[in-house]
């Protein structure tokens, strides 16, 4: 790869890591929910970004397509369904801001104190390939992985067959089978609790 | 997470915890040997992301209809 491949490929980082973590804070201390979610949207898809740059083609698409086009297309609908006035502002008290960034300090506080402690392995250099590092192109490998076989280690000398990941992938399949009976169940419509609103009543 | 008090919010701050998690795996399946097994823990962390969203949200539509706010410190009728 050539220098000023990499050099791009730095700035590209740099770029979307940062966007990550402002628009990240920004989500925190934002104070209309409307403006949460619409930095939540700039910090999930530098994300993905962040996951095309590491060579994850497949989990950057997935990223976008379920996160930035199905989850938070979810929550702003829940914003519309469930905001009362325009601007709906819920004030947190100062003892609650002060107790929550108590908490994330202690929280970064106690991240950094357990990366200090672990003995990272060296840099994959040279010959990544073989340990198996992906570079790009990882549709195929990952639905081989989720139908279990892989090639990508099996193929390896001196292993013994992996297993593969066939029964985890039945487990979300069902598990996401029975959210969505559930969540169509809990969402059903239902008269509200004082249905004194007028010209909705029939509806 | 810990200070909104809007139902939503809260659900934002977790969709944030995780997507953070996710960065981790990604730079753990391309910087060590973890390999492709990472992105498949990334793949499922990012689905049951979303159906916690899914279920989540159908609880708060609930919760509103039935207390016209998602104010969550509203949420204390099984106190004791």
Do not use: K, M, Q
């Given at each position: 790869m050539s220098d000023s491949v990499l050099a791009g490929e730095n700035v590209l980082f740099t770029v979307f890591a940062l966007a990550t973590c402002l628009s990240a804070v920004a989500v925190v201390i934002a104070q209309t929910v409307v403006r949460m979610a619409f930095w939540l949207v700039i910090s999930l898809g530098s994300t993905a970004a962040l996951f095309f740059l590491a060579d994850a083609d497949f989990i950057g698409a997935a990223q976008l397509i379920?996160?930035?086009?199905?989850t938070l297309i979810l929550l702003v609908f829940g914003v519309m369904l469930t905001a009362?006035?325009?601007?709906?502002k819920l004030e947190s008290s100062p003892g609650e801001i002060i107790l929550g960034g108590f908490l994330g300090l202690l929280f970064m506080f106690a991240v950094f104190s357990s990366l200090q402690g672990v003995e990272w392995p060296a840099p994959l250099t040279g010959d990544s390939a073989v340990i198996g590092?992906?570079?790009?192109?990882?549709l195929r490998p990952l639905g081989l992985a989720l139908l279990g076989t892989r090639p990508d280690l099996d193929l390896?000398?001196?292993?013994?067959l992996s297993t593969g990941y066939l029964l985890p992938f039945e487990i979300v399949s069902v598990h996401l089978l029975v959210v969505l009976i559930g969540a169509a169940y809990l969402a059903r419509a239902k008269r509200r609790a004082n249905a004194a609103v007028p010209g909705t009543a029939d509806s | 997470m810990a200070t909104k008090r809007n139902g939503i919010g809260v659900l934002m701050g977790v969709e944030l915890v995780l997507n953070g998690a996710n960065v981790n795996f990604i730079a753990f399946s391309k910087?060590?040997?973890?390999?492709l097994d990472a992105q498949i823990f990334a793949l499922f962390v990012i689905v049951l992301a979303a159906a916690e969203a899914a279920v989540a949200l159908a609880i708060a539509l609930n919760f509103y209809n039935n207390h016209l706010t998602i104010d969550v410190d509203r949420a204390n009728r099984l106190k004791g």
């Open positions: 379920i996160y930035v086009g199905g009362s006035g325009p601007y709906l590092a992906p570079e790009g192109n990882t390896r000398d001196g292993d013994t | 910087y060590t040997a973890l390999g």
